[in-house]
């Protein structure tokens, strides 16, 4: 089943608008104060850049030209989305909570 018109459009913009939510994140965070980092630092800073990474590779991976017209590349870019998003949060909370 191929994706509604506009999904590609839509699932790229979504995803630069929420990774430069996350660089926003990590400015307003202090990833770049002096003081020396805890574990939870760190932990923070590995989950953001893994949600950046994933939601970065997402308009890459849904324009990727295919040989054969059935093959279809939203799964794929669905789930670098929400796994993006997921890193995106947990990072945030983490963030918060720790």
Known sequence: ???????????????????????AFLGYWGVHEPAPWRFVDIWVTVLAF???????????????????????RMRPARRAFALGVAAIWLAALLAIVG
């Open 1 to 23: 089943m191929r994706a509604p018109t506009g999904s590609v459009v839509g699932l790229c913009s979504a995803s630069a608008t929420l990774c430069a939510m996350g660089m």
């Open 50 to 72: 893994t949600g950046f990474a994933c939601l970065a590779s997402v308009p890459w991976i849904v324009t990727t030209p295919v040989a054969d017209d059935s093959v279809e």
